[in-house]
């Protein structure tokens, strides 16, 4: 319930020198999430760093939520009411899966994204890196500086094969993993 209060107080403005804010570990769900995800489309939203870490409620649902504002936002940002794009999302310790990751990854302008601590395992490990690498081993991702995906469960394959993607360019302004 506070976290949709706190997306109200958003939405309408009530908060104009917000740019960053941690709702972790305060029991986020998908509810919450797609309220947050409404308001931080909003004009006058100027969020740039959002982390919502440790809400393990807290699903793929929201995640492509979040992904479209982060679009939206970066494809609006020429406009002069349109809020600047977010560069910072943290969604660690939630309940998402790889499903998301394509969407995550497409986000432009995001240039730190956290999944430290998501169940990705192998296989999402390997649809992190057809994330990143798009068809035909094109760029897929252009100005993510920062990537946490430790314990995700990546196995060797996918952190090899993120590597090597890496190492083609996949990320080119990419300085940390962790």
Not at 117 to 130: A, I, T
Request: aromatic fraction near 0%; charge should be negative; proline fraction near 4%.
């Amino acid at each position: 319930l506070g976290a949709l209060a706190l997306a109200a107080a958003v939405e309408q403005g009530a908060l104009p020198l917000l740019d960053s804010l941690n709702l972790g570990s305060c029991g986020l769900s998908d509810k919450g999430g797609l309220q947050l995800a409404v308001s931080l489309g909003k004009a006058g939203c100027v969020v740039q760093d959002l982390s919502i870490h440790g809400n393990p409620d807290v699903t793929d649902v929201t995640a492509t939520a979040l992904a479209g504002v982060t679009r939206a936002r970066q494809a609006a940002s020429a406009g002069t009411t349109a809020p600047p794009p977010l560069r910072s999302l943290d969604l660690g310790a939630t309940g998402i899966t790889s499903a998301s990751l394509a969407p995550l990854t497409l986000a432009h302008g995001l240039q730190r994204l956290g999944l430290l601590g998501c169940k990705l395992g192998g296989p999402g490990g390997m649809q992190l890196v057809h994330a990143l690498v798009g068809s035909e081993g094109t760029l897929a991702v252009s100005g993510l500086h920062e990537l946490g995906v430790s314990a995700c469960g990546l196995d060797l394959d996918s952190v090899t094969a993120l590597l090597a993607a890496l190492g083609r360019g996949a990320a080119p302004e990419l300085s940390s993993i962790e």
